[in-house]
């Protein structure tokens, strides 16, 4: 059957779209996916901010402070812990802590490049390159046991001032007159509040300070800084006011049959 001059063009038409859809290729066909997902994998994310904000905000504040946790945002900090250590930390978390591990490797769900972003992000952006030029700190963690006895009279001479003489803290009464900020401070013995920091999260405040609440660092903003050893015993004395079993049931006693535990007559 002979074609009119109507359908052969409308032939050549149809061989002139197949072959751009050829040239094209397959991938730029409308509605079919890319050869990217449309939403990252959670594995995948390297995004500080995002990191951040899934993984540590919640204790450690938005902005890396203002949390209830140890803030982040704090440039003396970041320098004396250093991004090797602020690694170890989030890849295995802080034993006897409230901090959990966060990489894979632990149990968590970061991946290794996702820890190294964290730490690398903070010091980045909360960092200070200069915060320590020309200081000599203690190092980020303690290189031997301290001493409970010598930790007394250490924290006696430099922190009973804004802490109280045992550490029970100060009242505000007796700061009407001539009181400054953060010269009036609750409890650091309390044993709620040390079942819930490890020693070494008690060495990074001293060391660090905790500006928004306006304790100062290890210099104390005297003369005499502290020196290693002293932090060190500091946080032995703290750390011996511990209940030995925090949150649990007192242990229980044998009661001799027969006899009553209470004292009514």
């Known amino acids: 059957m002979k074609r009119t001059p109507l359908q052969s063009r409308q032939s050549c038409a149809l061989a002139l779209a197949v072959i751009c859809l ?5 991938s730029r066909i409308p509605g079919r996916p890319g050869p990217d997902p449309e939403v990252v994998r959670p594995e ?8 951040y904000k899934q993984n540590c905000a919640a204790c450690h504040g938005e902005n890396g ?3 209830a946790a140890l803030p982040l945002n704090n440039p003396v900090y970041l320098a004396i812990a250093g991004e090797s250590n602020m690694q170890q930390v989030i890849a295995n978390g802080v034993p006897g ?14 991946t290794g490049k996702q820890v190294v972003a964290l730490a690398h992000g903070m010091v980045e952006r909360w960092g200070q390159p200069n915060a320590l030029a020309g200081l000599n700190p203690p190092p980020y963690a303690a290189a031997q046991p301290g001493d409970v006895a010598r ?13 109280g003489a045992a550490g029970e803290g100060v009242q505000a ?12 401070s609750g409890s650091i013995i309390d044993p709620s509040y040390l079942a819930l920091i490890s020693d070494q999260a008690l060495r990074s405040i001293i060391l660090a300070g905790l500006p928004s609440r306006h304790m100062p660092d290890w210099r104390a903003d005297s003369a005499q800084p ?9 946080v032995a004395w703290l750390a011996s ?25």
């Open 97 to 110: 802590s409230l901090m959990p591990p966060f990489a894979q490797s632990a149990g968590g769900m970061l």
């Open 65 to 67: 402070k203002d949390g």
């Open 226 to 234: 502290l020196t290693d050893q002293q932090v060190t015993d500091i």
């Open 44 to 51: 995948q994310v390297l995004d500080f901010a995002t990191l």
């Open 151 to 163: 930790g007394q009279q250490a924290f006696t001479a430099s922190c009973a001032r804004c802490h």
């Open 241 to 265: 006011h511990r209940a030995p079993n925090p949150g649990q049931p007192y242990p229980q006693t044998n009661t001799p049959a027969g006899a009553t535990t209470g004292a009514a007559k």
């Open 173 to 184: 009464a007796a700061h009407k007159q001539g009181s400054t900020p953060g010269s009036i």
């Open 22 to 26: 050829a040239a094209l290729g397959c």
